[in-house]
């Protein structure tokens, strides 16, 4: 074989092709150059031949000539002195009669890549540029680019420049878009090729005569353009809508990705023609060739960024075929959890069920955390199938499942219940160390309602010395160490052995300081040790349901159409956590961290009162006319965990009950209002939407009923946020009810909000308001003032807002309602 | 913009390797091949990053056809490329593999050297390649019982002789120049189903995606005209004849094709270019014409013996004329499963279990319409429990239907004008390929 006394068959080559016998016979001579090629493509180095082939080149016979260039091509970087003697054939083959060999010496002789040559280059490629043959010039024009690349610091020749902008008129439709490549790359410095309105709109007129790769071209560059006014915006915009809908999936994203670009200012133009790219996109993603459906797939999963709902009918789409490779199921997953609504959910579980026993375990484990996924809206059907997936008792379905329960319990603490129950008797199939963190973190987390958790630590804890994953001994340290607070008597004794190892014996130095961290911390007696480790059980920032909100197209628009989505499921899937949630999650410190959380929330004051600003701006003058004397704005932070609100708000009821028929003229930091909306469609649009509005104005929701049922309730927080005019700025906690009964009477009004300095006193004591001391100090005044008249009408179209406050301000609650009011009016109206 | 275009079998051999813009260093093609075979299975992504630099690859005919570029250029572009490239290596070669872009690559250098320059594309359209391909290409056809089979018994004109050998169309399109008077054209109406069928027989996903492909060795055709079905149909609302309609949900055209006599008859103006094109694209979606072509009804229960029973009656709903061809069902089956007896219902099938791939898979060479096929298998699992019962399913079938459309699209004529001179053949074919087709258990 070739690779073996590869330097034999060189010299054997040589002889034949200095052979005159050969040389004289055509068809021998060809065949030795044949072998030649073979030989230097599959790696072999002929480059010793290379005065044999100069001579070769001298022919007529043009394959003969073709095969020979190929070779010299190849190797002339390494023969500079020889391949002058190859230039003088090339250029005598210039004045050939047939085009063909004009155009074949010129792209070779600017292929051949060697800086001295450039002088006898030019002239060539000069005279090239007036050839009567329309694939000289298009070798010609592209031959400049080379030439200019091979030295790019010499003065660009102006005359040529101009040459190549006049041949933008060229008849030819290849010479054309040659012409702005080339000039692409020579005026690189400035910029590329000027794009101004007579060039585009010779460009578009002409879109039409190019192929598909030369349409490509143009839009691409055409993307730099804006357009003058708004007509010629929407003349070129009705120009290229055909090429939208183009059958060919490269013009129809060249096409969308022109068309992002000069809708930049008009989103929502934008966004119809994303609306009009959905059925070829589709037709893409059922094409023959996978890579092809794999582009569009990633595609779809950015335009899903900005809407949402684009693709909710056509769901059964991304259903993945038995036989596709795995990389494309796995995005077909990611695309359908983005699907999922209340109509199709069955069907997609039941579709997501059945890959979970694929064969390929990335595609199982993939359908696990895509099941995941959707729990977090629909949790009691997906912890349902996830408790009967570990029936299977197999290694990676159990550990994926494990893996998403400790993911889906982070986020939905109600579904911890049933994760407690299933955990049972997974330690035995689990044998990765991913797959046992988990469950060791669940374990030390939820130990009190797992019966069997000190046993199943014990197991852990007996096999320590043979366990080689760092991480699964620190997750068992912390884990021992938190069933040690709930459980003391069971896990007593095997803390100590787990210690006792971990300080004396163990190697590793994180495990063994996490150990002496620990150690001491028992010291410091009960109370610290629980302050350290009972931390959080769930993410606060994500609420009950987690909004979707949908991004601005103007996020991803630069990075479409390029090899940017396709690349992204690698972060994508590592970031799919590994490692407790507490470590991935970019969790807020406990709340008895008061100092921390203090600057905190001072650091993001700045920017979310400035977008707040900017907000009201936009909305309608009447709205906010109050606040635009004081400066107002609504946080987020810090974020209020489900359990949280659900105790501040029952607390305050009770006060209703018990005090509310006093009346205040004692210290009050806490008010309640009342007040109805008349806002018909609200409770009937989908939480989605309401929730993404109210995120954009900084309101988070917390939980919702199902659209269309009695009554409907919405439960939400903000702080509010305003700046008096000594400059000192002020927050308080806002939380609020949205409830709609329907055409049952409404009950209305009559309740008071009150608050006595015993509350103030309770709520100072927990320390949970950051502000709280600084509230009490000045809520000294007013008595019930908060109150806003209820009207008593009867009206079915009227939603009833209770909103209460915490650390009493009037302005500030003024300002939240009527910022909830226009939200609420503008998501009506634009249901109707 | 591409920098350097390669081909490597899937062994990893160089067959072409083509650097246009000399910027990326001569190792680029040990590189991918390293990042290809660092990864477990055989699906590689289609893009994979070294340093600055990006490979887009694509798998036809066995191979690998790979491009490298730069960040921001389109993949759909790259991707779309380099599947017209393969296909253009397709036409010229005959065939795709391993050998024949082998004995060929001297045709396929100079195909590189016209169709892209300075990592532009410069045309990748027949018609204009032609011009300048001069390489001949070199083809090796085995020989095949297959080519006898086309002369009668005692040299009568059999039926088989009016049906196009398989061979036809796997020729290169340069040929015809040579063989003067073989100037055929092909058209093939090629559907592609997916389905999903429930454990009790409902149809809970369909769609079928199709096309009309025309491969043509003529070497000078004016215009030609494919007469659709009258009553073909195109979204929801529109019907047409008194007939059964022929619906499709999107349809899209060759830029090529003129439309002036689709609105009214249904007809297709051409002009077809040599080699092979796409000339129409249809979708069908959640909808089938017809019942589905398969059936499924399974019994699956333990026995005493700790063995797995599996009683699967397969049935053909295709008109009794036609039948199915290739069929091959993918049983999958619990894990730890070791060995297989089987029972089945003629002799030409076949059985057999596949641990790696965790299934049995049941070939049928042949399914005639309107018949049924009977299995009973029996596992012996290791460690078989009731959960072990979720393991098995769905099935998965793959097969081909030929002179069949699943929308019941027909051509109903192929007019060439001006007539040719000589003999020429036209020829239709069609054929539903199962791109995907799944039966829950």
Redesign the interface.
């Known amino acids: 074989m070739p690779y073996l006394g590869s330097e034999d068959t060189v010299r054997e080559l040589r002889r034949a092709l200095s052979n005159p016998n050969i040389q004289s016979d055509p068809l021998r001579y060809r065949n030795t150059i ?1 072998r030649v ?2 030989l230097m ?3 072999v180095d002929v480059s010793g031949l290379f005065s044999e082939m100069v001579k070769a080149c001298a022919t007529v016979d ?2 003969h000539k ?2 020979v260039y ?1 070779f010299l091509c190849s190797y002339a970087a390494l023969n500079p002195e020889l391949s002058l003697l190859v230039v003088n054939t090339l250029r005598k083959d210039c004045q050939d009669p047939n085009p ?1 060999v004009r155009s074949l010496a010129l ?1 070779n002789m600017t292929n051949l ?1 060697l800086p001295s040559l450039v002088e006898y280059v030019e002239q060539p490629l000069t005279s090239g540029l007036r050839d009567r043959a329309a ?1 000289v010039r ?2 010609a024009v ?1 031959g400049w ?2 030439l200019y690349n091979l030295q790019p610091t010499t003065e660009i020749d102006a005359a040529v420049v101009n040459e190549l902008y006049s041949l933008l008129r060229d008849p030819d439709p ?1 010479v054309m ?2 012409c702005l ?1 080339a000039l692409e790359e020579i005026l690189k410095e400035e910029g590329g090729v000027a794009i101004n309105k007579p060039i585009t709109h010779h460009l578009l007129n002409r879109l039409k005569e190019c ?3 030369g349409q ?2 143009v839009m ?1 560059i055409l993307q730099r353009y804006r357009p003058q006014s708004e007509d010629e915006l929407f003349d070129i915009l009705s120009l290229l809508d055909a090429s939208l ?6 013009v ?3 096409t969308v ?1 022109l068309f992002l670009s000069l809708c930049s200012g008009l989103p929502a133009v934008g966004l119809a023609a994303l609306e009009r790219v959905r ?2 996109l ?3 993603c ?7 459906r ?2 569009a797939l ?1 595609h779809i999963q950015l335009l899903l960024r900005s809407l949402p709902g684009l693709m909710g009918a ?1 769901y ?2 991304f ?9 494309i199921k796995q995005r077909k997953m990611q695309v359908l959890v983005e699907l999922v609504n209340d109509e199709n959910v069955s ?1 997609l579980l039941d ?1 997501l069920k ?1 890959y979970c ?1 694929d ?2 375990t ?1 595609t199982a484990q993939a359908a696990i955390s895509a099941i995941g996924r959707i729990g977090r809206s629909y949790s009691d059907r997906c912890l349902e199938i996830l408790t ?2 570990l ?4 290694e990676h379905i159990t550990s994926a499942v494990v893996q998403t329960m400790r993911d889906l319990v982070w986020v939905c603490p109600q579904c911890s219940d049933t994760v407690c129950l299933a955990l049972e008797g997974c330690e035995e199939t689990l044998q990765d160390s991913q797959g046992r963190q988990a469950l060791l973190w669940l374990l030390g987390v939820y130990g009190e309602r797992v019966s069997s958790a000190p046993y199943t630590l014990e197991m852990f804890i007996d096999g320590v010395r043979s366990e080689a994953s760092l991480g699964v001994k620190m997750e068992l340290l912390t884990a021992t160490m938190r069933l040690f607070l709930c459980r003391p008597a069971e896990t007593q004794d095997m803390l100590g052995r787990l210690l006792h190892y971990c300080v004396d014996e163990e190697t590793d130095m994180c495990v063994h300081d996490q150990a002496l961290l620990y150690y001491r911390l028992l010291h410091c007696g009960m109370e610290e040790t629980q302050k350290v480790l009972q931390g959080r059980r769930s993410d606060p920032s994500l609420g009950v349901l987690i909004g979707r909100s949908t991004e601005p197209v103007g996020q991803w628009a630069r990075s479409f ?4 989505p ?2 992204q ?2 972060v994508e899937t590592e970031s799919v956590s590994r490692g407790s949630p507490e470590h991935v999650t970019f969790a807020p410190k406990p709340n008895t961290d008061l100092p921390d959380s203090l600057n905190s929330s001072q650091d993001e004051k700045v920017p979310k009162g400035s977008d707040g600003a900017n907000w009201s701006k936009e909305s309608p003058a009447d709205v906010l006319a109050s606040d635009a004397i004081t400066p107002f704005s609504l946080s987020l932070s810090p974020a209020l965990s489900p359990e949280e609100f659900e105790r501040l708000w029952l607390q305050r009821q009770g006060w209703h009950v018990d005090e509310g028929a006093e009346d205040g003229d004692e210290e009050k930091d806490y008010v309640c209002v009342e007040e109805h909306i008349r806002c018909p469609a609200i409770p009937h649009c989908s939480p989605r939407s309401l929730q993404a509005a109210m995120q954009l104005v900084n309101i988070q929701t917390l939980a919702f009923t199902q659209p269309h049922t009695l009554p409907w309730r919405v439960y939400l927080y903000t702080h509010a946020q305003h700046t008096r005019s000594d400059d000192t700025c002020q927050s308080t906690l806002v939380l609020g009810e949205l409830l709609y009964t329907g055409e049952a009477d409404q009950k209305t009004g009559g309740e008071t909000g009150t608050g006595d300095g015993e509350t103030a006193d309770k709520i100072a004591a927990e320390g949970r308001e950051q502000e709280q001391v600084k509230q009490r100090e000045e809520a000294v005044v007013t008595g019930l003032n908060g109150r806003e008249t209820a009207r008593k009408e009867r009206e079915e179209d009227r939603v009833k807002v209770t909103l209460k406050q915490q650390a009493k301000d009037e302005e500030a609650l003024r300002g939240f309602l009527s910022i909830l009011t226009t939200v609420l009016h503008t998501l009506s109206s634009e249901r109707a | 913009m591409i920098s350097q275009v390669f081909i490597l079998s899937s062994k990893g ?5 083509k650097d246009f813009r ?1 910027e990326a260093e001569s190792n680029v093609v040990s590189v991918f091949y390293e990042k290809v075979t660092a990864l477990t ?1 055989d ?1 590689p ?3 994979m ?1 070294h340093k600055d630099l ?1 490979f ?4 036809q005919g066995g191979l690998y056809w790979v491009a490298t ?1 730069t ?7 790259i ?5 017209r490239l393969s296909s253009l290596v397709k036409d010229y070669c005959g065939s795709l593999s391993e050998k024949s872009v082998q004995m060929n ?2 045709l396929i ?2 195909l590189l ?1 016209e169709v892209v ?2 990592g ?6 027949s018609d204009v390649l032609k ?2 391909i ?2 001949e290409a070199v083809t090796s056809r085995p020989f095949s019982l297959f080519d006898l089979s086309n002369v009668g018994l005692f040299g009568a004109e059999t039926q088989q002789s009016k049906v196009a050998p398989s061979s036809a169309a796997t020729r290169p399109i340069q040929s015809s120049r040579e063989q003067g008077g073989k100037s055929e054209i092909f058209v093939d109406v090629i559907e ?1 189903m ?1 389905v ?1 069928l429930g454990s009790n027989g409902v149809l ?2 369909a ?1 079928v ?1 199709g096309e009309i492909r025309v491969k043509c060795y003529m070497p000078s055709c004016s215009e030609m005209r494919i007469g659709l079905n009258e009553e073909f149909s195109i979204g929801k609302s529109q019907l047409r004849g008194y007939g059964a309609a022929v619906r499709v949900d ?1 349809c ?3 830029q090529a094709v003129k439309l002036d006599e689709f609105d009214t008859h249904r007809i297709l103006r051409l002009c077809p270019s040599q080699g092979e094109q796409t000339v129409m ?1 249809y ?1 069908l ?2 909808d089938l014409p017809s019942a589905p072509p398969f059936r499924l009804f399974s019994t699956i229960e333990r026995d005493s013996g700790g063995r797995l029973l599996m009683y699967l009656k397969l049935r053909c709903d295709l008109p009794p004329k036609s039948a199915a061809i290739n069929v091959s069902s ?1 049983i ?1 089956v619990p ?1 730890g499963s070791v060995s297989l007896s089987q029972e089945l219902s003629s002799p030409d099938q076949s059985a057999e279990l596949r641990p790696q ?3 049995i898979v049941w070939q049928i060479p042949r399914f005639p319409g309107g018949t049924q096929l009977s299995a009973l298998f029996k596992l012996e699992v290791s460690g078989l ?4 019962m ?2 098995v ?2 099935v ?1 079938l ?1 097969f081909e239907l030929p002179k069949f459309t699943a929308t019941g699209l027909q051509i109903r004529f192929l007019r060439l004008s001006p007539i040719q001179p000589g003999p020429s053949q036209r020829w239709v074919r069609y054929v539903t390929h199962s ?2 087709y ?1 039966i ?1 258990i």
């Open positions: 044949l090629i073979r493509s599959q790696g043009i394959v073709k095969l190929v063909m792209r890549r694939c298009r070798v592209l680019a080379k290849v878009v040659n490549r192929d598909v790769w490509c071209e691409k809908v183009s059958p060919h999936p490269p129809m994203a060249a990705g059925a070829p589709l037709a893409a059922g094409s023959v060739s996978r890579e092809m794999f582009t990633c056509h059964k789409r259903f993945c075929g038995y036989a596709e490779p795995a990389y069907m579709e059945v026993t064969v390929n990335n009967g997936l029936g299977l008792k197999q159409n390029t090899l940017e396709l690349r499921s690698a | 051999d160089h067959l072409i390797y000399g299975g699906q992504p289609v893009v990053t990006h887009i690859h694509i798998r570029t960040a921001d250029s389109s993949p759909f572009t991707i779309e490329f380099l599947n690559f001297a250098y100079e050297d320059d300075y532009y594309i410069q045309t990748t359209s011009n300048f001069q390489t592609r997916s999903v809970m996903k769609d995606e999107e899209s055209f060759h694209q979708q979606a959640d993918t999958p894990k791939s965790r299934a429990s009731s959960a072990s979720l393991e399913g769905p998965g793959s791109d995907s799944t829950r």
